[in-house]
T-cell receptor, first 117, second 113 residues
Framework: GAVVSQHPSRVICKSGTSVKIECRSL??????MFWYRQFPKQSLMLMAT?????????EQGVEKDKFLINHASLTLSTLTVTSAHPEDSSFYIC?????????????FGPGTRLTVT | KQEVTQIPAALSVPEGENLVLNCSFT??????LQWFRQDPGKGLTSLLL?????REQTSGRLNASLDKSSGRSTLYIAASQPGDSATYLC????????????FGGGTRVLVKP
């Protein structure tokens, strides 16, 4: 089946620093990947759509200068949280749309827990 | 704007009992519906995807039904096990290309041994 990985799984950083999170599709090429944010006991909130070879599309209210997205290849998208602050602490999950199989099924990574101190 | 609701928010059942999880949506013009499982602190695992032309999908002990006219999907898990304890989420794509997913709030399930 389609597998999506994320790295790191957990990161702690100091306020003001930047953190990069990687999302990889391991066994398929994904022209489109998605970045979500999840607060404790809440559902997922789509932050942006990452398109290979073009600029990401951000959802309303998401600061594009703070959350930099780069879809460098058909198997890799990165999310960089710039000048992180404690309120950026959250669980970040990426997903990739599989071009094979059945009906645009999305496959999700295991998530990255970001803690900003 | 599509709104997705999952009720109840939490459910506790004894082992062996069948689970019935509900997902309601406001706009019946859907393309497909996907059910996910999320374990605490983990990402999402895709369970089943039902196309809009289908009425149900089955995988092992899982069966998902879809009734577009009433705006409902139901996930049935037969003979529940403690390992089924997790949060179950349903999601619908906003467009035919299946890009943006709108998620329900999830149902947190606890299967007691």
């Amino acid at each position: 089946g389609a597998v999506v990985s994320q790295h790191p799984s957990r990161v702690i950083c100091k306020s003001g620093t930047s953190v990069k999170i990687e999302c990889r599709s391991l066994d398929f090429q994904a022209t489109t990947m998605f970045w979500y944010r999840q607060f404790p006991k809440q559902s997922l909130m789509l932050m942006a759509t990452s398109n290979e070879g073009s600029k990401a599309t951000y959802e309303q209210g998401v600061e594009k200068d703070k959350f930099l997205i780069n879809h460098a290849s058909l198997t890799l998208s990165t999310l960089t949280v710039t000048s992180a602050h404690p309120e950026d602490s959250s669980f970040y999950i990426c997903s990739a749309k599989s071009p094979v199989g059945f009906g645009y099924e999305q496959y999700f990574g295991p998530g990255t827990r970001l803690t900003v101190t | 704007k599509q709104e997705v609701t999952q009720i109840p928010a939490a459910l506790s059942v004894p082992e062996g009992e069948n689970l019935v999880l509900n997902c309601s949506f406001t706009d019946s013009a859907i393309y497909n519906l996907q059910w996910f499982r999320q374990d605490p602190g983990k990402g999402l695992t895709s369970l089943l995807l039902i196309q809009s032309s289908q009425r149900e999908q089955t995988s092992g002990r899982l069966n998902a039904s879809l009734d577009k006219s009433s705006g409902r999907s139901t996930l049935y898990i037969a003979a529940s096990q403690p390992g089924d304890s997790a949060t179950y989420l349903c999601a619908l794509p906003v467009t035919a290309a299946g890009n943006k997913l709108t998620f329900g709030g999830g149902t947190r399930v606890l299967v007691k041994p």
